[in-house]
């Protein structure tokens, strides 16, 4: 039996979407007789990632379990951000992590066959970069987004330098490398040509437990729903521009569909809700996981929005809120940009995709969706595949076999 040591801050029963990512991943390595396994991870609770108490159903079956404090605050984060001049991105705010790794040594009760940690935060990789340099076995790196080069990082002067070191050190110690997406694995073996036979896809997951029947329902409106957080330039800012159009045309358009975005967002997007002047659109914030996915369900057409990256080289990211929206057996609309991961993959299934700026083309569609909603059109709605290549249950063997061919 191997003695497995998991990394990773984003850990059940905190709620984001990494961590709901590595609750599911955990759920099934936990299953596997040939692995007994120790976890570290924060302590709750940890800024950011609010405790769910219905995911406490997946923070069981480790041996042992070491949480550490993490030292921030959103006011001493601020004042930080305020004072330094590069931030306080080394690499996270979560930094204090991974300077606790001779705590976590003092803390383990035996020593770990194999290291699995999962960034992001990116101090989770650190933390077992650290370990792997002291106990000198196998690390499996897992990255969920890309690292330096990424085009939502603009890292310079001596934090680039930072990031960099760092990268380079993780690359070069890590003796796997799992990426979530064939996108990513590209753009990192033109990086490191060198090491490209340590990367692997392991893709974001559902859980295939979580399938079950879900007959459309024939409502009074039709119903739109985007689960997930808007930062940034992941903005609705065009998808609210084309329900605005569409109700300045034929303002009876607000009795036939509504669209309800749940998740967190920062202060731009909100401003952008609170300045929709159409009674079609509205923000429900943060859901326990399971709300959410009863929302995903309920929805007759589901809406993901991309990071609006026009180089299809560097868009790289596969929304993970996608895999539960595969669960829901519905329609999808995309807005991304051509040649992004999500492209990649979603034309492939029962979607439509359209680029992140095409406002006519998202009143065509939702025009489109509200005629195929009053003609009670199942088969544009409703599809019955959810593509097994993503099953957390399926994903999990591959991991614990790499795990045990160490």
């Keep these: 039996m191997k003695n497995l040591l998991f990394v990773s801050i984003a850990f059940p029963p905190k709620n984001d979407p990494e961590c709901l990512q ?19 991870t924060s302590s709750l609770p940890t800024l950011n990632m609010e405790y769910d108490a219905e ?5 069981h079956g480790y041996k042992q379990r070491v949480s550490l404090p993490i030292f921030e605050t959103k006011v001493t984060n601020f004042a930080l951000r305020k004072i330094l001049p ?13 300077w606790q790794a001779k705590r976590v040594i003092r803390k383990l009760q035996e020593k770990p066959d194999v290291i699995y940690s999962r960034s992001n935060p990116l101090s989770s990789a650190l933390m077992a970069c650290k370990l792997k340099q002291h106990y000198q076995v196998p690390w499996i790196m897992h990255l969920s987004d890309p690292w330096v080069g990424s085009p939502v990082h603009a890292y310079q002067g001596r934090q680039l330098s930072f990031h960099q070191k760092w990268q380079d050190a993780c690359m070069q110690q890590a003796d796997a490398i799992c990426l979530t997406s064939e996108t990513t694995i590209e753009f990192y073996k033109k990086q490191y040509p060198r090491l490209a036979h340590k990367f ?23 119903r739109l729903v985007y689960a997930g957080g808007l930062s940034g330039e992941r903005s609705p800012e065009f998808f609210i521009k084309a329900c605005e159009e569409l109700f300045a045309e034929d303002q009876a358009v607000a009795e036939k569909f509504e669209t309800i975005f749940a998740g967190p967002m920062d202060r731009m997007n909100k401003q952008r809700f609170e300045g929709a002047t159409v009674p079609m659109v509205k923000h429900v914030g943060m859901m326990p ?20 990256i026009l180089n299809p080289s560097l868009a790289m990211f596969f929304p993970s809120k996608i895999l539960d929206y595969f669960l829901a057996k519905r329609r999808i609309l995309a807005l ?12 492939l299934r029962h979607a439509t995709i359209l680029m992140y700026d095409n406002v006519e083309g998202i009143k065509h569609l939702i025009r489109q969706a509200i005629n195929e909603y009053e003609n009670k059109n199942v088969e544009f709605f ?25």
């Design 336 to 347: 991304t940009t051509a040649g992004s991961a999500t492209e990649r993959i979603l034309k």
């Design 200 to 222: 692997q896809f392991f893709p974001n997951v559902y859980d295939p437990d979580d399938v079950q029947a879900n007959a459309l329902k024939w409502e009074k409106k039709l």
């Design 22 to 40: 590595t609750a599911k991943y955990f759920k099934y390595l936990v299953r596997d007789p040939r692995l007994s396994i120790s976890v570290v």
């Design 55 to 59: 995911l406490e159903k997946y923070a």
């Design 382 to 406: 409703e599809t019955s595949e959810i593509p097994v290549e993503f099953s957390a249950r399926e994903n999990a063997t591959r991991l614990a076999n790499l795990i045990c061919s160490y």
């Design 86 to 98: 590069g931030g306080i991105d080394y690499p996270d705010s979560k930094f204090s992590f991974h």
């Design 289 to 308: 996981f399971n709300k959410a996915l009863e929302l995903i369900r309920e929805a007759h057409l589901l809406l993901t929005i991309d990071l609006p």
